[in-house]
């Protein structure tokens, strides 16, 4: 039996996240598991040092905030909210063989503990890919010393796990030496949710029924929704199709585009949720920038065709011409362009989806990553992580 703590971020917004390591960790009765979910159970004092921690300007508002470095405060916080509750456990006289930090900034302030129990580090994104997505210059100065707190937790951890080739490789190219603890593993999606016999479904519906196409996206900006708009609108799709938006974000239920419904507090997982994935025909989410993108795996579970943008991992989930297209991001007329194609060919909407089915079932199940994180867990908490080649050998995806 191996004594795994899972520390994850869900004040950063992964409370999803946090939600798939309690499901993977419960498929391995080899593992007694605690979790921690930062964004749960905030105490009065855990509350005032959040406040203080994180007070100003949030991370990326401009460039003179930077300079009040307000990312590093905020990920520190991160870390220093972890080695509180971690040390909370370890005074009620519990103890661990190996700590599942999600992400590294959770670790920020534990570099003394990775050191005493062996340690595995989950990411999405480093600092330097981050730092792309704001304008250069002050802006950026705010991801320098997170980059160096990244740099010493991933030395101190006995693996790191990737989302995705992109984070991996960037990683990699600033730390070479780590080569041998990295370990590229997509997040696990929950399958059983999604009925297999969608695919076949869509095919036999009606040709006089307009094709639905689903957005999904907190952050309406970011995720590309007005360049989707501009796409809809110029596109004249509104006779032929409709669009279902689902977003939280201020201002977009008052849509003025043609045959668009924006649906409002549908949360992932529920039945209102899994509704929209099952009656839609294309996802389309033309994001701008995107550490992972989870939703697209989502897309691929329900057997749709997925029209993403040609960032960072966006690739590795969406393969163009085989499980969607990819466009430029914020090109309205390259995105129309995609949509026209999905929307006038049936066909081809079918080929893709059920591609995407096929292929998110084989790499993205919840028992290969349980099994893949269940072996790295128990390595790491005796000192025997998998090599590269062993991990080659057993898997060629991760070379």
């Known amino acids: 039996m191996t004594r795994a703590l899972f520390v994850n971020s869900g004040i950063l917004g992964h409370a999803s996240v946090a939600r798939l390591f309690r499901d993977v960790a419960e498929r391995d009765p080899s593992i007694q598991a605690t979790h921690l979910d930062l964004s749960a159970e905030l105490t009065t004092a855990e509350r005032v040092i959040r406040r203080v921690m994180c007070a100003g300007p949030a991370p990326g508002s401009s460039a003179a905030a930077s300079l009040a470095l307000p990312r590093l405060r905020h990920e520190l916080h991160s870390g220093v909210l972890a080695a509180r509750r971690i040390g909370a456990l370890e005074r009620q006289g519990k103890a661990f063989d190996v700590i599942h930090f999600h992400t590294q900034a959770t670790a920020y302030a534990s ?43 991933f030395r101190a951890a006995a693996a790191i796990t990737a989302t995705s080739r992109w984070a991996a490789d960037d990683l990699l190219r600033e730390q070479p030496e780590l080569a041998d603890r990295v370990h590229v593993m997509p997040y696990p999606v929950p399958l059983d949710g999604f009925d297999a016999a969608w695919v076949e479904q869509r095919a036999a519906r009606s040709p006089a029924r307009p094709v639905r196409v689903l957005f999904i996206g907190g952050d309406w900006m970011r995720k590309g929704g007005p360049a989707l708009l501009e796409a809809w609108r110029e596109g004249g799709f509104a006779e032929r199709a409709a669009l279902d938006v689902v977003t939280d974000w201020p201002g977009v239920s008052a849509l003025d585009a043609g045959n668009v419904n924006v649906y ?63 466009v430029p991001p914020d090109d309205p007329r390259a995105l129309a362009d995609a949509l026209r194609r999905l929307v006038n060919d049936a066909q081809l909407r079918a080929r893709l989806g059920g591609a995407a089915r096929a292929r998110i079932t084989q790499i993205a199940s919840f028992d290969r990553y349980a099994a893949r994180l269940g072996a790295i867990l128990k390595g790491g908490a005796h000192d025997q992580v998998p090599s590269a080649r062993e991990r080659r050998a057993d898997d060629p995806s991760d070379a």
């Open 111 to 153: 570099l003394g503990r990775m050191r005493r129990t062996r340690s595995v580090v989950s990411i999405d994104v480093t600092q330097r890919l981050a730092s792309g997505e704001v304008p250069a210059g002050l802006a950026r100065l705010d991801f320098a010393p997170n980059a160096v707190m990244d740099r010493r937790v």
């Open 264 to 326: 409002r507090g549908v949360r992932a997982y529920t039945p209102a949720w899994f509704d929209l994935w099952r009656h839609a025909d294309v996802f389309a989410m033309p994001t701008r920038g995107e550490a992972f993108g989870m939703v697209f795996q989502e897309a691929a579970a329900a057997g749709l065709p997925a029209i993403g943008t040609r960032i960072n991992a966006v690739p590795e989930i969406v393969q163009h011409g085989a499980t969607g297209l990819l």
